[in-house]
């Protein structure tokens, strides 16, 4: 199996040369980059897998820089940080970040957090084999094994992984209340260090492209309790 390419992006040098020497240590091909400028060019080395992004960055944060990817790219996106307050976690979760970590964080946990978000790709059935199933509603399709979503019209909607495993997770259960402990629970492979308001933000991030193609969202606010997938789904 092809190693996976993780781009590191840190302006401290010795942090840097420590966290890609650990990922490099654990099977990733690792590129590194201390400013905005040197990422760019770090991505034309060929395909990344993931990109691990600090948060303070002379010139270009790391704020404004994930800007500029998900503007052309749904790649995964950790976010690490000396700062670690909630405000910091919610703005990089509502900018399409998939996680935040952070500093000083446990090498054990930044791992575990890569192959929770790497853990993506075809769903497989028991015996190993491919589910290709559709799931449909309201005339919205999601393609299960190409993890895609696509509108009535056929437009496809850019969802990072985080919020595509926050859809599978309603689509398993529609039309059933499902209280945000749950959901933390049940997209816990995707949001490692989840919360109350995380879920909330990749609600609305889900609510806010589905409506962007022309959608009426289908996941109601149950107050008090958490969220409701209100549309029958059927598999194909």
């Known amino acids: 199996m092809t190693a996976q390419t993780i781009v590191l992006v840190e302006d401290d040098p010795s942090l840097r040369m420590l966290t890609a020497r650990l990922l490099q240590e654990n099977g990733y091909n690792v590129r590194t980059a201390a400013t905005?400028?040197?990422f760019w060019i770090a991505m034309e080395g060929g395909p990344v897998d993931m990109i691990v992004l600090d948060l303070m960055l002379p010139g270009t944060n790391g704020i404004?820089?994930?800007?500029q990817i998900r503007r052309t790219s749904d790649v995964p996106i950790i976010f690490i940080s000396a700062r670690g307050n909630?405000?910091?976690?919610?703005?990089?979760?509502?900018?399409?970040?998939?996680d935040y970590l952070a500093k000083p964080f446990n090498t054990r946990e930044l791992i575990a957090r890569i192959r929770a978000v790497l853990r993506r790709g075809p769903i497989t059935e028991p015996d190993g084999t491919n589910r290709r199933h559709e799931v449909r509603f309201e005339g919205w399709c999601v393609n299960l094994s190409r993890r895609e979503l696509r509108s009535p019209s056929g437009a496809i909607i850019d969802l990072t992984g985080a919020e595509f495993d926050l859809l599978g997770?309603?689509?398993d259960q529609p039309?059933?209340?499902?209280?945000?402990e749950r959901l933390i629970e049940l997209s816990r492979t995707r949001v490692g260090d989840s919360s109350d308001r995380s879920i909330d933000?990749?609600?609305s991030r889900l609510r806010r492209k589905i409506t962007a193609a022309g959608g009426k969202?289908?996941?109601?606010t149950v107050r008090g309790v958490?969220?409701?997938?209100?549309?029958?789904v059927t598999r194909t």
Do not use: H, K
Request: with cysteine; proline share 7%; hydrophobic share 45%.
């Open 169 to 171: 997770t309603f689509l």
């Open 36 to 38: 905005a400028p040197e």
């Open 64 to 67: 404004d820089l994930c800007r």
């Open 201 to 203: 933000v990749l609600v």
């Open 86 to 98: 909630d405000e910091d976690r919610v703005l990089g979760l509502e900018l399409g970040a998939d």
């Open 226 to 232: 958490g969220y409701m997938f209100n549309s029958a």
């Open 217 to 220: 969202p289908p996941i109601v």
């Open 175 to 180: 039309q059933r209340v499902i209280g945000r």
